[in-house]
């Protein structure tokens, strides 16, 4: 059975524009608005196969990469990095339908882990002389708490958005 990606991509961008309106009005206090993208690709790795997660995280990370003043690749990698360890323990560890703590737990794990897969490509870039690497400070602040505060909260309304998505994607074939 051929899968219709379009739908998710398109969900994706619209994440995109959400995420990039909300960053640009609280300029100052970015860290407020929720990483939609991150979450998304969250939730696809409950809900998709290892080739469709893979796919989304690309795609989100190339839309995040458009704004991005980091390396190019930085954040494709740290989606990948956030990812690929979230779709592992569904799998392998833990049920793919969560409970209430466990997307919370994936959501601020999520989280960290992208911001560190971040630092470490910056890193890795700066120690091959291609430019400054990024300081841990800019990084990991306290202003990363309320980001995975944020992030745990508008967990839940993308992660139903998207299983409403994938329903009806699958209808339609």
């Known amino acids: 059975m051929t899968q219709n990606y379009f739908p998710h991509l398109a969900f994706l961008f619209f994440l995109f524009l959400i995420e990039t309106a909300g960053r640009k009005v609280l300029e ?5 608005v929720p990483m939609l993208l991150l979450l998304a ?4 790795a409950q809900k998709f196969s290892i080739p469709k997660t893979l796919w989304t995280t690309f795609f989100a990370g190339f839309l995040l990469e458009i704004f ?3 390396f190019f690749g ?3 990698f740290g989606l990948e990095f956030a990812v690929l360890p979230i ?3 569904t799998r392998r560890i833990t049920r793919r339908d969560d409970s209430a703590l466990g997307g919370a737990i994936f959501a601020a794990v999520g989280t960290v882990f ?3 897969g971040i630092y470490a490509y910056c890193g890795l870039f700066g120690l ?3 430019g400054e690497g990024g300081d841990f400070k800019s990084f990991f602040s306290s ?3 309320w980001t995975i505060a944020v992030n745990v909260i508008a967990f839940y309304p993308v992660k139903f958005f998207l299983g409403i998505l994938s329903k009806q994607s699958e209808k339609s074939f």
């Not at 100052?28 to 407020?32: A, L, M």
């Open 28 to 32: 100052q206090n970015s860290f407020f």
């Open 41 to 44: 690709c969250l939730a696809a």
């Open 68 to 70: 991005s003043g980091q």
């Open 74 to 76: 930085s954040y494709i």
């Open 87 to 89: 779709w592992l323990l």
């Open 114 to 116: 992208f911001v560190f």
């Open 128 to 130: 091959l002389g291609f």
């Open 143 to 145: 202003k990363l708490l």
